[in-house]
């Protein structure tokens, strides 16, 4: 069984990576030339490879983490459940591609729920004598 003959030029295969096809003068491409990739985005630009996401909304996550730690240390219900919806909200973010901190949405959304476990725990505890908040020394 016999092979066909190559295409006039060779296989690409035989070609060396990085090797223009045809002439070998300056080959196209290099910053400001035409068919040229550009120059790369200055820092803080918009990402043209399309690689990570958009950072327009990852100021949810922050938010969301934030109410939730302060309603388990000290506010309870009263930033538990912003930080539930701001969790939420910031996951749905993220899965957009609009934010980059769904992980501290999740973290705000877990702490949140936790907060108001422990406010309707310790308000049910109250209510049943076992918790008093009276600090007075009588």
Same mark, same amino acid.
Request: aromatic share 10%; with cysteine.
């Given at each position: ?13 035989? =070609?060396?990576?990085? =090797?223009? =096809?045809?002439?070998?003068? =300056?080959? /196209? ?5 035409p068919g040229a990739y550009g120059q790369p985005p200055a820092y803080g630009g918009p990402n043209p490879y399309? $690689? ?5 909304? &990852? &100021? ?7 109410l939730g730690i302060a309603g388990l240390l000290c506010c309870g219900i009263f930033a538990g459940i912003p ?31 936790? /907060?108001? $476990?422990?406010? $309707? ?8 004598? $076992?918790?008093?908040? &009276?600090?007075?020394? &009588?």
């Open positions: 069984m016999t092979m066909p003959p190559p295409p006039p030029g060779g296989f690409p295969e035989d =070609q060396p990576y990085g =090797q223009p =096809q045809g002439d070998y003068g =300056q080959p /196209a491409g290099g910053y400001g030339q399309g $690689v990570g996401g958009s950072t327009q909304k &990852n &100021n949810l996550g922050g938010w969301a983490l934030g930080a539930i919806i701001l969790g939420r909200q910031s996951q749905a973010a993220a899965a957009q591609g609009l934010a980059t901190n769904g992980g501290q949405g999740k973290a705000g959304f877990i702490l949140g729920i936790i /907060a108001c $476990v422990w406010f $309707v725990i310790a308000m049910i505890l109250q209510a049943a004598g $076992v918790i008093d908040y &009276n600090f007075s020394s &009588n």
